[in-house]
């Protein structure tokens, strides 16, 4: 099986940082892309940003040039680095990734279990 790791969450007052990790492990050839999404209460969930295996990262526009997501390939970690942070962006942040694996051979999608990011005014 294969299993992600979420760690940074907490509490900090707006305008704040905090940096989250995820880390792969497991029984897998290679990751294809990793990335965080987040979900409020009474919300859908909604990607945050994405980094592929190449290294290209996309943002969500409320993003807003406040968050930077980067990885460690050799650890099979990602990293958000959240700055500026608004109480709009109280939420469960959620690890994603795509990897191929080895058994069953083929590509397969795996989501940590959240980390609580709570930001006050």
């Known amino acids: 099986q294969v299993q992600l790791v979420e760690s940074g969450g907490g509490l900090v007052q707006a305008g704040g940082s905090l940096r989250l990790s995820c880390a792969a492990s497991g029984s897998f050839f290679s990751i294809k892309a990793m990335g965080w999404y987040r979900q409020a209460p009474g919300k859908q969930r909604e990607l945050v940003a994405h980094m592929t295996s190449g290294g290209s990262t996309n943002y969500a526009d409320f993003v807003q040039g406040r968050f930077t997501v980067s990885g460690d390939n050799a650890k099979n970690t990602v990293y958000l680095q959240m700055n500026s942070l608004k109480p709009e962006d109280t939420a469960v942040y959620y690890c994603?990734?795509?990897?191929?694996?080895?058994?069953?051979?083929?590509?397969?999608?795996?989501w940590g279990q959240g980390t609580l990011v709570t930001v006050s005014s």
């Open positions: 994603n990734t795509i990897v191929i694996s080895s058994r069953p051979l083929g590509s397969l999608e795996v």
